[in-house]
């Protein structure tokens, strides 16, 4: 009577090539252990989800290269990476998809009296009659105004004392009132 020989279950962390019905080991299995290096980098090493793409991308081609395609060892192993890193790219752009619900109810709806419209005609109105002002006082206004900066600062930067960047955004901003208004 004969036995049947066991053989020791694989270590952990080993892969195991499997076999097709025939014995034989699929074409893309000897490319499973670097495919799944670089999937490892792709998914920041998250282990799991690189395991997960590595199966997509062995049964794809175990699907794909049955009909007969892809003979060359040299593009089976560029088709392979392409597939994977396809697949990781689309894991990704799951995730960061926001599904509906998720997002707080009062961000989803626009305050009342605010239009998108009047905004860009605001604005374009503002920088016609800024044109239309000097120099100097649209100077002191995009320093103090639009870019936040203290009177001394500006004082310093433009070489002139702190009274004078007080003077000029006054008469700067009457002018630009002046022009709105104008306009």
Not at 21 to 34: I, L, T, W
Request: aromatic letters at 4%.
């Amino acid at each position: 009577m004969r036995t049947a020989r066991t053989s020791s279950p694989p270590r952990e962390g080993t892969i195991t090539p499997r076999r097709t019905s025939d014995g034989g080991v699929p074409p893309a299995e000897p490319h499973r252990a670097r495919l799944l290096r670089y999937v490892l980098r792709l998914t920041a090493g998250d282990a799991h989800r690189a395991e997960d793409i590595v199966q997509e991308t062995m049964l794809r081609a175990w699907l794909f290269w049955d009909r007969g395609a892809l003979r060359d060892e040299e593009h089976r192993q560029a088709w392979l990476f392409t597939v994977a890193r396809n697949l990781a790219v689309d894991a990704h752009r799951r995730e960061r998809c926001i599904p509906v619900g998720a997002v707080p109810e009062p961000l989803l709806t626009r305050p009342v009296g605010t239009d998108i419209a009047d905004n860009v005609v605001n604005r374009q109105l503002i920088a016609q009659a800024m044109a239309r002002l000097s120099f100097e006082h649209r100077e002191v206004l995009a320093r103090v105004h639009l870019g936040d900066e203290a009177g001394e600062d500006t004082a310093r930067a433009l070489g002139v004392p702190k009274g004078t960047v007080k003077s000029r955004t006054h008469y700067a901003l009457r002018a630009l009132r002046r022009e709105v208004l104008a306009a």
